[in-house]
């Protein structure tokens, strides 16, 4: 405990060095307050700015509409009947079929991906870089750059017409299509290092095992690799189907009023609409969703991945 | 690893794996190259120039946007790594009560949709009438980085050596002498990870800052956000590989000094 105070000569560091001392040993035999002591701040932290800002907007999602914007004092389903109504339910559909494509597309791509690097030898740790990299590169900057390849007068249409392939440019940008090839491209990376991590943890020998066992190579696959690297892959699926579940710049940037998701109809609601209950209603199902995903995922992982993804 | 190797693998599967990992980066390749492009429409190739990169020093309200997006990114990831270490520091070190639901609630905030946690944190905001600016960023930032923080750094204490705080208290250290003297040292390779993605995190971030940010002040998300959505200049694509440098710098800056302080067994 020596150097705290024990260098200056005037009185004020040998009183918070008692203060100090008092503190520690008034902690010592209480380990929850020893935990509590460290937990506190960002705990207070997180339910000042995340806990009660749900529950708020919860409160909001079910009071009447107020004139210009905000709500009126009162209770009211409203906002919640109104979900049903056809309009609504076609934008859940939506957002949920693009998610589930997306993941679908980011397996079947990410999949190979994974075991190309996990079997790569020394390339391994160049490629794993290569996968990494964009996952640190601004998503806005990436989104704009498939607005960059894809609009009209963009550059895969002009050098399809330059190339005398196209006589008039293919629209892509504000399609469905150009929301999925963003969604892939944005959340690829989520799938394949999962999986990765799943196939690089993979006992050679259990292959080797299956081989002098007489197994061909696509049985091995079947019957070893595919099911020990499971866990990495359903990881990998929640990966990308939450984020896009709840994507809101890809289908802004890259899709057009027809290709409404749930994330943009919660934003209409505060920014045009103006009507908040609405717009808190539709951010707390979009919330339930996705915690829904994540408890399906939590009963899908085996015992065994009990830690971590 | 002596068995394996890309030489054994089908050559389609490398072929994919290769055209995938193209695909990955092609289209921030192609925004970096037609920023030195002199054609303002942008698909032909006309000429080299900077002068996309000059007009971005004449913009005022880039140069502004760079500042706050400064000013919100190092308040914020500083108040973040702090609270997070302290919260990793507890589920890592000590046993309490309620400690798996804890570590379990810790990935909500991180699972649940930018588009969800924006609202309800400007429901608040105007619930309590809080004026819409930095602060309110500022915020809204710390409450989305803390999580990751907690994350990166438990996963750096679980594979420290418990010991050497051990043998520091055995030989008289206090938990406050231990936490400086050992603990922090040895914890610092994680800190700064954490930092580094907590910064990205906060200057990259455009969802929730465009809810909570009012209209007085823009970070450079918002405005390259409504650069985007006016219209096309090749400014934009200047300002974007500026982004992707300054990211890299960054990368590669952190890498380097965590594998300084890399313990060798690590």
């Given at each position: 405990m020596g150097n705290a105070g024990g260098s200056a000569g005037t009185s004020e560091p040998a009183r918070t060095h008692g203060f100090r001392r008092r503190a520690l040993a008034w902690l010592a035999p209480r380990p929850q307050a020893q935990a509590w002591t460290l937990l506190a701040p960002g705990t207070l932290w997180m339910i000042g700015f995340f806990l009660i800002p749900v529950v708020v907007m919860c409160a909001y999602s079910v009071m009447p509409r107020g004139e210009y914007g905000g709500v009126d004092p009162g209770f009211t389903l409203e906002a919640y009947t109104r979900f049903l109504h056809p309009v609504y339910l076609t934008i859940l559909e939506r957002t949920f079929a693009i998610a589930v494509a997306t993941t679908v597309l980011c397996a079947l791509a990410g999949y190979p991906v994974a075991y190309t690097i996990a079997r790569s030898g020394r390339w391994r740790s160049l490629l794993l870089f290569l996968v990494v990299l964009p996952f640190w590169t601004s998503f806005l900057v990436r989104t704009f750059a498939m607005i960059f390849l894809m609009r009209d007068t963009g550059l895969i249409n002009s050098w399809l017409m330059a190339a005398g392939i196209l006589r008039e440019p293919i629209t892509m940008l504000y399609t469905p299509f150009a929301v999925l090839a963003g969604l892939v491209y944005g959340y690829l990376p989520f799938m394949v290092l999962p999986v990765y991590a799943s196939l690089e943890k993979l006992d050679p020998s259990l292959l080797e095992a299956a081989e002098v066992l007489g197994a061909r190579p696509a049985a091995r696959f079947r019957r070893v690799t595919l099911p020990l690297s499971a866990p990495g892959l359903i990881a990998g699926c929640l990966l990308v189907f939450i984020p896009s579940l709840g994507s809101f710049l890809t289908s802004d940037l890259l899709?057009?009023?027809?290709?409404?998701l749930i994330g943009n109809l919660v934003q209409n609601q505060f920014s045009t609409a103006r009507n908040w209950p609405f717009g808190s209603a539709a951010s707390f199902i979009l919330m339930l969703l996705v915690l829904g995903a994540v408890l399906i995922y939590l009963r899908l992982r085996p015992p065994d991945s009990a830690r971590g993804w | 690893m002596g068995t394996s190797g890309i030489g054994k693998l089908p050559r389609w599967l490398v072929a994919f794996t290769a055209a995938c990992l193209f695909l990955m980066h092609l289209p921030v390749l192609v925004l970096v190259a037609f920023s030195?492009?002199?054609?303002?429409?942008?698909?032909?190739?006309t000429g080299f120039t900077f002068g996309w990169y000059r007009r971005l020093l004449e913009r005022d309200d880039i140069l502004h946007a760079v500042q706050a997006s400064l000013i919100v990114g190092v308040t914020a990831t500083a108040i973040a790594v702090a609270l997070g270490t302290l919260i990793a520091l507890a589920l890592a070190r000590h046993r309490f009560r309620g400690r798996t639901v804890y570590e379990g609630m810790m990935y909500v905030p991180i699972v649940t949709p930018e588009i969800v946690t924006g609202i309800s944190l400007l429901v608040l905001f105007v619930f309590l009438r809080l004026p819409l600016g930095l602060t309110t960023i500022i915020i809204a930032h710390v409450a989305f980085c803390v999580p990751f923080v907690v994350v990166v750094v438990v996963a750096r204490l679980a594979g420290m050596d418990e010991n050497l705080e051990e043998a520091a208290m055995t030989l008289g250290a206090d938990e406050i002498t231990t936490f400086f003297r050992i603990t922090l040292p040895l914890l610092w390779p994680g800190i700064l990870s954490a930092a580094l993605l907590a910064f990205i995190l906060s200057f990259d971030d455009f969802v929730i800052t465009s809810l909570v940010a009012g209209s007085g002040s823009s970070t450079l998300p918002l405005v390259i956000y409504s650069m985007v959505r006016r219209n096309v200049e090749p400014s934009i694509n200047a300002i974007s590989t500026l982004i992707v440098i300054a990211t890299s710098i960054l990368l590669y800056a952190s890498d380097r000094m965590s594998r300084r302080n890399e313990p060798a067994n690590a």
């Open positions: 899709g057009g009023a027809k290709e409404l | 030195f492009n002199s054609s303002k429409f942008a698909v032909t190739w």
